[in-house]
């Protein structure tokens, strides 16, 4: 089984995020046989994942048990859980992967498109902390498209700066041929920012590294994802 791509220990808890590439096949939920999903993804990370359909809004979802390969997912942008040893995943090629774990207890996966952005989406998942007493100890974001390959019309770039709640041009830059482009991780970057949170990994952009899937660059239908899981370290 590979190794994660980051693994700390918060608190009494053992926190891991894993990142699937290519190599690993796709784990799009809507296009992947159930037996053959659980099948690729316990092999990219010893266990099967909680995730859901993803329609770049803002709704949480709260993972409480393990998936039911028979069961129809329920529809976010933001999955949650408190539990051990239950892995929840978000899934992507050129969206903003985002996973976040809590001081304390909670993890979140952020599945973040331009829209769900421009609809407060990162406000939302950082607000699931805040209800309930944490602080967010660990931000990782996996691979996205960065504005080199990222062409972007201005109101909409404009949106999803509000969207973040950060000034535009913290959000604008320019693809690799001088034209305005919406800079992902800087946006990101900065909306969590202002709450007190620093990523603590960056991943590379998927439109120019095809380790990963891009639709924009490619037209790739396949997906990647961003896993992360804790669980209980034992007492010595």
């Known amino acids: 089984m590979p190794s994660p791509l980051v693994r700390r220990r918060i608190g009494d808890r053992d926190v891991a995020v894993w990142v699937t590439s290519r190599t690993d096949e796709s784990v799009h939920p809507g296009r992947v046989d159930a037996c053959e999903l659980a099948t690729r993804q316990r092999a990219a990370t010893g266990a099967t ?44 090629a050129d969206c903003a992967p985002l996973v976040l774990a809590g001081d304390t207890t909670t993890l979140v996966a952020v599945h973040g498109g331009w829209r769900g952005r421009a ?9 699931v902390f805040a209800q309930r007493g944490e602080d967010v100890a660990m931000a990782v974001l996996g691979p996205v498209i960065h504005p080199c390959c990222y062409e972007f019309g201005v109101v909409e770039l404009r949106d999803v700066a509000a969207g973040i709640g950060v000034e535009a041009h913290l959000a604008t830059a320019r693809t690799r041929d001088g034209r305005t482009a919406l800079d992902v991780p800087a946006a990101v970057r900065a909306g969590l920012a202002r709450h007190g949170i620093e990523l603590e990994h960056l991943g590379a952009c998927t439109g120019c590294d095809d380790r990963w899937y891009s639709h924009r660059a490619r037209g790739d239908l396949g997906r990647h994802a961003v896993v992360i899981e804790q669980r209980e370290v034992s007492a010595a």
């Open 49 to 92: 994942w909680v995730m859901v359909d993803q329609v770049h809004g803002v709704d949480v979802f709260e993972a409480g048990a393990a998936p039911d390969t028979g069961a129809r997912r329920p529809i976010a942008d933001i999955v949650m859980t408190q539990r051990r040893d239950l892995p929840i995943a978000v899934w992507a």
């Open 119 to 127: 609809a407060g989406v990162l406000d939302r998942a950082v607000g």
